[in-house]
T-cell receptor, first 114, second 117 residues
Framework: DTGVSQDPRHKITKRGQNVTFRCDPI?????LYWYRQTLGQGPEFLTY????????KSRLLSDRFSAERPKGSFSTLEIQRTEQGDSAMYLC????????????FGPGTRLTVL | AQKITQTQPGMFVQEKEAVTLDCTYD???????LFWYKQPSSGEMIFLIY??????QNATEGRYSLNFQKARKSANLVISASQLGDSAMYFC??????????????FGEGTQLTVNP
């Protein structure tokens, strides 16, 4: 069993473009989380899913951000009309709520908005 | 609101020596969990160790141990016998068991550890 994977690892885009990131959690992990990490800071919570249900969204998740987990497996995070302030590392994590409190993170997607 | 404080932006240690990374937290909930993660320059967050608020004993995982002092609200990470590969950013994080916040993690700002040969 592999760990959490994210695609792409790096994304460079121009301001105003839309971008989409994918996260594949550890198999059978029912909870999936998205975090954003800017340079020199710790990760900040964006949103999380239990199976396909999005149960909580941070105030950081503006209306330009949308996340889905349609079949309770992989998840996508889309940012519309990107701004330079969106430049950050986007981290995905997963856990199995029945077995562990620990969230396991993927390698992240580093977004640069020019 | 919960808060995590890491007061050491940077720490240096000689190879094979022990080092303590500080973490204090603030929460009003009786049930919470504390984590330490390591983030190398590659960016991936690597789980190191976990301590539950009701755990009676300090957690240990190999060379990592967590010095949990509940009354002082501190959860310091101790790394014994430092290795060059331990050079990385270290984050303390807390999970708060509150219905409205689910199980999100709140992170500190991190401590950059450098192990010198």
């Amino acid at each position: 069993d592999t760990g959490v994977s994210q695609d792409p690892r790096h994304k460079i885009t121009k301001r105003g473009q839309n971008v989409t990131f994918r996260c594949d959690p550890i198999s059978e992990h029912n909870r999936l989380y998205w975090y954003r990490q800017t340079l020199g800071q710790g990760p900040e919570f964006l949103t999380y899913f239990q199976n396909e249900a999005q149960l909580e969204k941070s105030r950081l998740l503006s209306d330009r951000f949308s996340a889905e987990r349609p079949k309770g497996s992989f998840s996508t995070l889309e940012i519309q009309r990107t701004e330079q302030g969106d430049s950050a590392m986007y981290l995905c994590a997963s856990r199995h709520s029945g077995f562990t409190d620990t969230q396991y993170f993927g390698p992240g997607t580093r977004l640069t908005v020019l | 609101a919960q808060k995590i404080t890491q007061t050491q932006p940077g720490m240096f240690v000689q190879e094979k020596e022990a080092v303590t990374l500080d973490c204090t937290y603030d929460t009003s909930d009786p049930s919470y969990g504390l984590f330490w993660y390591k983030q190398p320059s590659s960016g991936e967050m690597i789980f190191l160790i976990y301590q539950g608020s009701y755990d009676q004993q300090n957690a240990t995982e190999g060379r990592y141990s967590l010095n949990f002092q509940k009354a002082r609200k501190s959860a310091n990470l101790v790394i014994s016998a430092s290795q060059l590969g331990d050079s990385a950013m270290y984050f303390c994080a807390m999970r708060e068991e509150v219905r409205t916040s689910g199980s999100r993690l709140t992170f500190g700002e991190g401590t950059q550890l450098t192990v010198n040969p």
